[in-house]
């Protein structure tokens, strides 16, 4: 059985809901949350499988508590790991910045050796710009949610992704 380390920020509970949920869908797993305002960077290193929740603020800003961490996350040696990532939005109050800080917290898991699963297909959404898009623009490189414009399809989505990155992380 594997050990996988979720970690996340949420100021309103939103991310923190939505990573509930994902943890609640790896029967037969051990997952151990983490919210990352509670973090050192050696929290990191005891798991290989890790998933990260993170939301966009305002005009593609990162959440409150991942942003009191960013700094110490550049540090973090992501190297021999599995990194899925999930990504809240508002994706028509904020088309032009959709996931931004998921696209940027991949880049940074990218920069530090990790290698990142759980991509997801652009269909069914509605935006301008996103930082979070791969190099070819036909996915988001983690789970897009939107609790603002779409909740009727969290659940959905959530289930469909678990389900994509239990067979990616390959136990």
């Given at each position: 059985?594997?050990?996988?380390?979720?970690?996340?920020?949420?100021?309103?509970?939103?991310?923190?809901?939505?990573?509930?949920?994902?943890?609640?869908?790896?029967?037969?797993?051990?997952?151990?949350?983490?919210?990352?305002?509670?973090?050192?960077?050696?929290?990191?290193?005891e798991?290989?499988?890790?998933?990260?929740?993170?939301?966009?603020?305002?005009?593609?800003?990162?959440?409150?508590?991942?942003?009191?961490?960013?700094?110490?996350?550049?540090?973090?040696?992501?190297?021999?790991?599995?990194?899925?990532?999930?990504?809240?939005?508002?994706?028509?109050?904020?088309?032009?910045?959709?996931?931004?800080?998921?696209?940027?917290?991949?880049?940074?898991?990218?920069?530090?050796?990790?290698?990142?699963?759980?991509?997801?297909?652009?269909?069914?959404?509605?935006?301008?710009?996103?930082?979070?898009?791969?190099e070819?623009?036909?996915?988001?490189?983690?789970?897009?949610?939107?609790?603002?414009?779409?909740?009727?399809?969290?659940d959905?989505?959530?289930?469909?992704?678990?389900?994509?990155?239990?067979?990616?992380?390959?136990?």
């Amino acid at each position: 059985m594997a050990t996988i380390g979720l970690f996340y920020g949420s100021s309103l509970g939103n991310t923190e809901t939505v990573a509930e949920k994902i943890r609640d869908l790896l029967e037969g797993h051990s997952v151990e949350m983490h919210d990352i305002a509670a973090v050192t960077k050696d929290s990191f290193a005891e798991y290989d499988y890790l998933i990260l929740g993170i939301p966009t603020w305002d005009y593609g800003q990162i959440q409150s508590d991942w942003g009191e961490f960013w700094q110490e996350l550049g540090t973090v040696d992501f190297s021999g790991k599995l990194v899925a990532l999930f990504g809240l939005g508002d994706q028509f109050g904020y088309a032009d910045y959709f996931l931004d800080a998921m696209g940027m917290l991949h880049d940074v898991v990218i920069e530090q050796g990790g290698a990142v699963v759980g991509y997801w297909p652009i269909k069914g959404y509605e935006f301008e710009e996103s930082k979070a898009l791969t190099e070819d623009g036909k996915e988001f490189v983690g789970l897009a949610i939107d609790e603002d414009q779409q909740p009727e399809l969290t659940d959905e989505r959530v289930e469909a992704w678990v389900a994509q990155i239990e067979d990616e992380f390959d136990f």
